[in-house]
T-cell receptor, first 113, second 117 residues
Framework: EAEVAQSPRYKITEKSQAVAFWCDPI?????LYWYRQILGQGPELLVQ????????DSQLPKDRFSAERLKGVDSTLKIQPAELGDSAMYLC???????????FGPGTRLLVL | AQKITQTQPGMFVQEKEAVTLDCTYD???????LFWYKQPSSGEMIFLIY??????QNATEGRYSLNFQKARKSANLVISASQLGDSAMYFC??????????????FGTGTLLAVQP
C-alpha cells in the first residue's frame, strides 16, 4: 500500500540552528500539506502545495520557515533559526487532488533545546 | 470561522464493547466534509472514515461508523467491538468549501481512548 514518507523521524537541535524536514507524498498525489502539531493539540496547517505552487501559507511563520516543492513531487520544510517554541510534531500529508482525503506520513518529532 | 469541538479529553472502554466519541462542528459552508483520524503513540495520523455534508446515509467502514446529525452539527464516531489496538488518540476534522483553492483540515483537540482488557 502506498504511503507518505517523511524523514527524519526524530530531530533534536539547539535553538538558532537550522533544521530541514523531507516529505515524499503518495505517487500521483498533486496536493501536499505540511501540518504542525503541538503536544496536546490537533494539527494545524502550515502550508499547502498544489503541484509545485503554494496555495495556502497563511499560517507559515515566513520570517523563519520556508517550504518548497520544486518539481511538484517531494517537498522540504526548513526552519532557520529554530526556536524553543518550534518543538512539535511536523506532519506531511498528501491527497490525490485538493479536497480529497488526506493521507499522512509518520511525522517528524522536533525537539529544540 | 470553522471550528471542531471534541469535549471528551479521555475515555475508557472495555474490550469487545462499543464506544462513541463525540464531535460537534461549526461552519457556514453548505458543502463540507467530516473526517476521523486515529493517532497511535507512534504519531502517524491514520484515516478512518469520511462523511460528506450532502451524504444522506451515515458512513461506515468496517467497525467504524459515523453518526452524522446535520441539524445538530454533530459527527460522532462509533467503534464497535473495541480491540486493544484501538487504544489511541482520535481526532475529528472538517474540510470546508469543497472545490475551493484551499481545503485544509480543521482539527479538534482529540479524545484519548483507552481499551481495557
Amino acid at each position: 500500500e502506498a504511503e507518505v514518507a517523511q524523514s527524519p523521524r526524530y530531530k533534536i537541535t539547539e535553538k538558532s540552528q537550522a533544521v530541514a524536514f523531507w516529505c515524499d507524498p503518495i505517487s500521483g498525489h498533486a496536493t501536499l500539506y505540511w501540518y504542525r502539531q503541538i503536544l496536546g493539540q490537533g494539527p494545524e496547517l502550515l502550508v499547502q502545495f498544489q503541484d509545485e505552487s503554494v496555495v495556502d501559507d497563511s499560517q507559515l511563520p515566513k520570517d523563519r520557515f520556508s517550504a518548497e516543492r520544486l518539481k511538484g513531487v517531494d517537498s522540504t520544510l526548513k526552519i532557520q533559526p529554530a526556536e524553543l517554541g518550534d518543538s512539535a510534531m511536523y506532519l506531511c500529508a498528501s491527497s490525490l487532488m485538493s479536497g480529497e482525503t488526506q493521507y499522512f506520513g509518520p511525522g517528524t518529532r522536533l525537539l529544540v533545546l | 470561522a470553522q471550528k471542531i469541538t471534541q469535549t471528551q479529553p479521555g475515555m475508557f472502554v472495555q474490550e469487545k464493547e462499543a464506544v462513541t466519541l463525540d464531535c460537534t462542528y461549526d461552519t457556514s459552508d453548505q458543502s463540507y466534509g467530516l473526517f476521523w483520524y486515529k493517532q497511535p503513540s507512534s504519531g502517524e495520523m491514520i484515516f478512518l472514515i469520511y462523511q460528506g455534508s450532502y451524504d444522506e446515509q451515515n458512513a461506515t467502514e468496517g467497525r467504524y461508523s459515523l453518526n452524522f446529525q446535520k441539524a445538530r452539527k454533530s459527527a460522532n464516531l462509533v467503534i464497535s467491538a473495541s480491540q486493544l489496538g484501538d487504544s489511541a488518540m482520535y481526532f475529528c476534522a472538517m474540510r470546508g468549501n469543497y472545490g475551493g483553492a484551499t481545503n485544509k483540515l480543521i482539527f479538534g483537540t482529540g479524545t484519548l481512548l483507552a481499551v481495557q482488557p
